[in-house]
């Protein structure tokens, strides 16, 4: 229970907003790492991760996400320009590339599942992949009730 309330109030810091343009850069800052603690401390109580656990997964965790979010640039980068003005070859190069990305991304995926299977339980493994996904909606929620409210 304590990490639901830890989450609520990180969640309440989270919808605070600036007007000046760099209390909105501070605030953006500020809102990502609320939005990153609120997802340590979501993902923590969802696996049931020990203090000893937390300490040892982390680290890992980081990395691991460190490097997914360099291959994920790729696909941002590839898929900008308008496909109505390239030739049918240069989106096909784009595609392979995309492709060529999510392998990696799973390669990359399944070499962390083993580092994280020494610190945590195959249970818990399923656990975060699961409260990974359910953090991700739940925030979706929230940016869509906020567009509601505003």
């Known amino acids: 229970m304590k990490h639901y309330a830890l ?68 696909y941002r980068i590839d898929f900008r320009q308008d496909v109505d003005a390239l030739t049918d070859e240069q989106v096909q190069a784009r595609v392979d590339k995309i492709f060529d990305l999510k392998a990696k991304e799973l390669a990359l995926d399944k070499e962390y599942s083993y580092k994280y299977q020494k ?20 925030l979706l929620r929230r940016l869509d009730d906020k567009k509601i409210n505003q």
């Open 119 to 138: 610190v945590i339980s195959v249970k818990q493994l399923v656990k975060l992949y699961r409260g990974e996904r359910a953090f991700t909606k739940l």
């Open 7 to 74: 989450l609520v109030l990180l969640f309440c810091a989270f919808t605070l907003s600036g007007t000046a343009a760099l209390a909105q850069d501070r605030h953006s800052h500020e809102r990502k790492e609320n939005v990153e603690a609120a997802k340590v401390a979501y993902l923590t109580d969802k696996m049931g991760l020990t203090p000893e656990q937390a300490q040892k997964f982390w680290p890992i965790y980081n990395e691991h996400e460190a490097k997914r979010r360099e291959l994920v640039k790729g």
